[in-house]
DNA sequence: AAAATAAAAGACAAAAATATCTTTTATTAA
DNA sequence: TTAATAAAAGATATTTTTGTCTTTTATTTT
């Protein structure tokens, strides 16, 4: 299994594609995000739709509309995409998908998880929407294949 | 999302459970497994299946048959459980899903995941299948609900 | 106002994961 | 050697995830 859901994976890149692309000003069309994405189209325009209306980006209709993400929003944590997509169980969730996990009714692997857990959340905190705008302008970072 | 599967988690309790109850020799009976981690016995039953099937737990038919795990058994990391369920991805896959991402060639997430994702493929090696089986014997761990 | 643009929304489809039920095979015990 | 037991195997069902296609709404430009 995957960390993310394919949902949660294309709306992560997704929010670092528009947000280095429109880290000008300009808006960024969902052909154009699908495309540098590499992701179905139809589908991704579902999962942007559900982070616009939570406000976790923007978007205009019409001409020269499309999707952006303003100045600071950008500097907003990645964990907030994930957990608007994925829910909190992987910040929160017991490993074994136990209900009653917890620390007077630990399963085997709970402590371990429990510190890796942590770690994940943190990571996802402390990486804003914007972290990479630089090294995406500078071709160092790869968002699709 | 989950880090395992359902799958995966099933028969890392069932794992778990049949250590357990057969480290003084008993066989356990996909009933009593089914019951003792709360899980559906008939979708249980195909994992164990799977799981004989490639040798990483032991079984025989009729009565007083069930499934056992042998003491050399006991001693194999659990990474082998979830990479038989679950494959390899958690401890080798893109974060964001990019086929292509590599050292080379990185997602902007790749570094911090690759240190999570070594963690928790460490941890799963050195955690053994009979490492529980005192304190699940005092009871001082769940495997159910 | 009309045409063009682009996201929003709705309906539908395919694939994968999860779950259930039935039949078969191997083994044991009476 | 028949009956009982228990896993293995097969078939089918349900739910969730992922993906596609069409229509509607909002906005802009001509």
Redesign the interface.
Same mark, same amino acid.
Do not use: V, W
């Given at each position: 299994?995957?960390?993310?859901?394919?949902t /949660?994976?294309?709306a992560?890149?997704a929010v670092?594609f528009i947000a280095h692309k429109t880290a000008t000003g300009n808006r960024v069309g969902i052909k154009d995000i699908a495309q540098g994405i590499d992701s179905p189209e139809h589908f991704l325009a579902k999962i942007l739709q559900d982070l616009s209306r939570k406000g976790l980006i923007s978007s205009i209709k019409g001409p020269h509309g499309g999707f952006y993400i303003d100045t600071p929003a950008l500097a907003r944590p990645l964990s907030e995409i994930v957990e608007a997509v994925?829910?909190n169980? @992987?910040f929160y969730?017991c490993? @074994?998908?136990?209900?009653? /996990?917890s620390e007077v009714?630990? /399963?085997?692997?709970h402590n371990?998880?429990k510190a890796?857990r942590n770690?994940?959340h943190k990571?996802l905190n402390t990486?804003t929407i914007g972290?990479?705008n630089e090294?995406?302008m500078e071709g160092l @970072?790869?968002?699709?294949?």
């Open positions: 299994m995957a960390i993310f859901s394919k /949660c994976e294309y992560i890149r670092f994925d829910g169980s @992987l969730g490993a @074994l998908g136990l209900k009653q /996990c009714n630990p /399963c085997p692997l371990e998880f890796i770690r994940i990571m990486t972290s990479f090294e995406l @970072l790869s968002l699709k294949k």
